[in-house]
């Protein structure tokens, strides 16, 4: 599976982050999980009071952002993760772990 540039990408919103005074300590790692969920959650409120859909793409962008910052506080190594999830998803069964796959 090709690159995507996510170790890339991570280094830049953790050189953002950096300057921007928002720190990436391990003693952080449960807030920023927070952050992630909170944005989240502001897409699908967004979503369900149907607001435009490049105002909830907005809000998951912000989630991605978030993610990778904390992918860096965890120092690994984003895009070989992803490679091999994309991999293990590819191999499940259709609807695999869903309401209506089983």
């Known amino acids: 599976m090709e690159a995507v540039g ?37 897409a699908t409120d967004s979503y369900k009071k149907g607001a435009d859909l490049e105002k909830v793409g907005e809000e998951l962008i912000d989630a991605i952002i978030r993610i990778l ?5 965890l120092g690994v190594d984003a895009e070989e993760l992803y490679q091999r999830k994309m991999a293990k998803n590819w191999a499940r069964p259709y609807r695999f772990n869903t309401v209506r796959g089983g």
């Open 6 to 42: 996510l170790n890339r990408k991570m280094m830049e919103v953790r050189e953002m982050a950096d300057a921007k005074g928002f720190s990436a300590e391990e003693e952080r790692v449960w807030e920023m999980l927070a952050l992630i969920h909170t944005e989240v959650s502001e």
């Open 69 to 73: 910052h904390l992918l860096s506080a």
